[in-house]
C-alpha cells in the first residue's frame, strides 16, 4: 500500500473509533441529563390511569414533555432536562387533586406520586357594588413542605368559578384588570361535602417604588402591600427589576408595604401609607451583619429555621436553613 | 427532745418552702420576661407578624408553579402527549 492510502485508512479507523465511542457516551449523556419516570398512585395504592403528566424545566419554568399514565399508572419521559418537575393532573372523573413532584434535588430515581381525593371549592367573586367579576383568576395553594399552586381557574360572566382543592389550602383570587389586586383567604379548611367562599374586590391604583441600599438600587428584592389591620388584604407582591423599582396594587385604605431580601443580605423594610402617595415610594434597606446560629440537642446539631427581627422597622427578615 | 426535733423540722420545712418559693418566683419571672419581651425583642404583636412573614415568603416562592401552571393553559400539544 502506498503511504498516502496508509494514512487515509488509519485515519478512516481513528473516525470509525470515535463515531463508535462517541455513540454511547452521547446517549448516556442523554440518559443521564433525565430520563424522568415514576407512578401515579391513588390514596389506596392503586395505579392512577390516563392521568396527564407534564414535565418541567424549574429553571427555566418551561414544559418540556407531556405524557399519559399506563393503566398501572406508570409514566415515563424521553427528554432530558436540567431541572426537572413533574406535574400530575388526574382525569376530573377520579375525583382526585393534582400534585406537584418534588423539586429535582430532592427527588428519588423513580417517582411515586400519591394524589389525594379532591374537596369542590366554589368561589364568587364581587366588585364593592356588588357585580359581579368576570375574568378574575382563581388560585388554590397547598402549604406542606413548600407551598405550590396546584390548581387556576377564571370567573365567569356571574362572577364564579368551580375549583378542586385539598382539605387545608390557600386560596387567591386576581382582579382581571391592571394592576390585579389580590385578595385572599388562608388556611381555609375545605369539608368533604366542599366549600364555597365569596371575596370581594375593591377598586386600587398602581404604585409605583424604588428599593434603595446603602450604595445604589438593589434589585431582586421581594415588595408585599397589605391593607393595614385586614386578615385578607395582601393586596400583591413585585420583585424590584435591575433599577430597584417595583409597583404594586393599592387601594384607597392604609396599607403597609414591606421589602425583604429573598437571599437575606439585607435587613427589611417597611413604610405605611394612609392613602395612595402622589410620588413613588422610597423604601431603604441596611445590610445586615452575618450571624451565625447553631441549633444543638444533646450534643447533635439540629436543622432549623432561624428568623431574625429587625425592631427599627419591626418586620423579620428571610428565614435561613 | 421530742420537741425540739419537731421544731428543727419545722424550720428545715419553712426555709426549704421559702427556698423553694423565691426560687420558683425567679423562673416564672425569667419565664414571663421571655413571653412579653425586653424592649427591642419581639412583642406580642411579632408572632402574628412572624406568621404573616412565613406565609408570604412561602407563597411568593410558589410563583414559579404558577407561572409552569399558567404555560399548560397556554401550551401547544408536546411530544408524548398522546403516551
Not at chain 1, 452521547?26 to 419516570?37: K, P, W
Not at chain 1, 391593607?227 to 385604605?253: K, Y
Not at chain 1, 440537642?297 to 436543622?303: C, K, Q, T, Y
Not at chain 2, 423562673?27 to 412565613?54: C, D, F, H, I, K
Request: aromatic share 6%; hydrophobic share 45%; with cysteine.
Amino acid at each position: 500500500m502506498r503511504p498516502g492510502a496508509n494514512q487515509l485508512a488509519l485515519a478512516g479507523v481513528a473516525l470509525l473509533a470515535l463515531s463508535l465511542a462517541g455513540l454511547p457516551m452521547f446517549l448516556r449523556g442523554d440518559e443521564a441529563s433525565g430520563s424522568v419516570r415514576g407512578v401515579v398512585l391513588d390514596g389506596r395504592g392503586f395505579g392512577v390511569a390516563d392521568a396527564a403528566v407534564f414535565l418541567f424545566d424549574e429553571g427555566r419554568l418551561q414544559l418540556r414533555e407531556e405524557t399519559r399514565t399506563t393503566s398501572a399508572g406508570d409514566f415515563a419521559f424521553h427528554l432530558g432536562t436540567a431541572r426537572a418537575r413533574v406535574f400530575v393532573r388526574p382525569p376530573e372523573s377520579s375525583r382526585l387533586l393534582p400534585a406537584w413532584g418534588p423539586p429535582e434535588e430532592d427527588a428519588p430515581e423513580r417517582l411515586a406520586l400519591v394524589l389525594r381525593a379532591a374537596r369542590r371549592l366554589t368561589v364568587e367573586v364581587r366588585d364593592l357594588d356588588g357585580s359581579p367579576v368576570d375574568g378574575a383568576e382563581v388560585r388554590v395553594y397547598e402549604r406542606r413542605a413548600e407551598a405550590v399552586a396546584l390548581v387556576l381557574a377564571e370567573t365567569d360572566r356571574r362572577g364564579r368559578a368551580a375549583l378542586v382543592a385539598p382539605a387545608l389550602a390557600d386560596v387567591a383570587v386576581f382582579a382581571p384588570d391592571e394592576p390585579h389586586l389580590a385578595r385572599w383567604r388562608f388556611d381555609c379548611a375545605v369539608p368533604e361535602e366542599g366549600a364555597e367562599l365569596s371575596f370581594t374586590l375593591p377598586p386600587a391604583v398602581r404604585v409605583r417604588g424604588r428599593i434603595l441600599g446603602d450604595s445604589g438600587a438593589l434589585a431582586g428584592i421581594a415588595v408585599v402591600a397589605w391593607e393595614a389591620d385586614r386578615e385578607d388584604g395582601w393586596n400583591g407582591f413585585a420583585l424590584s427589576d435591575g433599577e430597584g423599582d417595583f409597583a404594586l396594587p393599592i387601594t384607597s385604605a392604609p396599607t403597609v408595604v414591606r421589602a425583604f431580601d429573598p437571599s437575606g443580605k439585607y435587613l427589611s423594610a417597611r413604610a405605611s401609607c394612609e392613602s395612595p402617595p402622589d410620588a413613588p415610594l422610597a423604601l431603604h434597606m441596611i445590610r445586615g451583619s452575618s450571624l451565625s446560629v447553631q441549633v444543638v440537642r444533646d450534643g447533635a446539631v439540629l436543622p432549623s429555621r432561624v428568623w431574625s427581627w429587625t425592631p427599627d422597622s419591626a418586620a423579620w427578615s428571610v428565614n435561613c436553613t | 427532745m421530742g420537741s425540739n426535733g419537731r421544731t428543727r423540722r419545722a424550720w428545715l420545712g419553712g426555709i426549704a418552702l421559702a427556698a423553694f418559693a423565691i426560687g420558683g418566683s425567679q423562673v416564672l419571672a425569667v419565664a414571663a420576661r421571655e413571653v412579653t419581651g425586653p424592649p427591642g425583642l419581639p412583642s406580642q404583636g411579632a408572632g402574628a407578624e412572624l406568621v404573616r412573614a412565613r406565609r408570604e415568603q412561602a407563597l411568593i416562592r410558589a410563583e414559579g408553579t404558577v407561572t409552569m401552571l399558567h404555560a399548560l393553559r397556554s401550551a401547544p400539544t408536546l411530544p408524548g402527549a398522546g403516551r
